[in-house]
């Protein structure tokens, strides 16, 4: 079975700063990339998937997220954070039909 | 689209006390899921079904029971409850057959056993 490791449990960054949210997962055999936000009292919204091509990956609100195989790595960036970024941040591994989730990465953007 | 729809979205329970969470989605989707999630410990699978008729354990499935008579409805029925079924609660499902893995979740049960 997978594990999905998430680097980070707190990161806290200034507002218009970057921030990296790192996922690291155990198996690169044939798997789907994900990473979901969780707004306070609220469900779990998908930002972005990597199923294939290439492994630059555009989400909403400005996030990107880069598949590296050989490191087994699914990163989420954004350039500048803001404000309405702070949430919980999950990455998610799907491997023959069975999801995986990391135990979130809390971000909090501070002004 | 209504997408998933969980109810209640608050509950207390007394100890012993049973209740059904309920979960219906309106895309059709072939595969939905039962998650509970505890503080720092991320999300973890209760039970999951591929479709009507079908149900499979997850991670965690003691003190619950689910059933899928139709596409649309995934109950989770919890029988005495306990104190450390505490959590939150949530539904989600997927179209699994379109090669699209992603997941559309409902906005949760806060539950608490007292």
């Known amino acids: 079975a997978q594990s999905v490791t998430q680097l980070d449990s707190q990161v806290p960054v200034f507002e218009e700063a970057p921030v990296e949210l790192r996922c690291n997962y155990s198996s690169s055999v044939s798997v789907y990339l994900f990473w979901y936000v969780q707004y306070p009292n609220q469900g779990l919204q998908l930002l972005l998937k990597?199923?294939?091509?290439?492994?630059l990956v555009k989400g909403i609100n400005g996030f990107e997220a880069e598949f590296n195989k050989s490191q087994t790595s699914f990163h989420l960036r954004k350039p500048s954070v803001h404000i309405s970024d702070t949430a919980e941040y999950f990455c998610a591994v799907s491997e023959w039909s069975q999801f995986y989730f990391g135990t979130g990465t809390s971000l909090t953007v501070i002004p | 689209n209504a997408g998933v729809t969980q109810t209640p979205k608050f509950r207390i329970l007394k100890i012993g006390q049973s209740m059904t969470l309920q979960c219906t989605q309106d895309m059709n989707h072939n595969y939905m899921y039962w998650y509970r999630q505890d503080p720092g410990m991320g999300l973890k699978l209760i039970y999951y079904?591929?479709?009507?008729?079908?149900?499979d354990k997850g991670e965690v499935p003691n003190g619950y029971n689910v059933s899928r008579s139709t596409t649309e409805d995934f109950p989770l029925r919890l029988e005495l409850a306990a104190p450390s079924q505490t959590s939150v609660y949530f539904c989600?499902?997927?179209?699994?057959?379109?090669?699209?893995?992603?997941?559309?979740f409902g906005s949760g049960t806060r539950l608490t056993v007292v």
């Open positions: 989600a499902s997927s179209l699994v057959s379109t090669g699209d893995y992603g997941y559309t």
């Open positions: 079904s591929v479709g009507a008729g079908i149900t």
């Open positions: 990597y199923l294939s091509g290439s492994t």
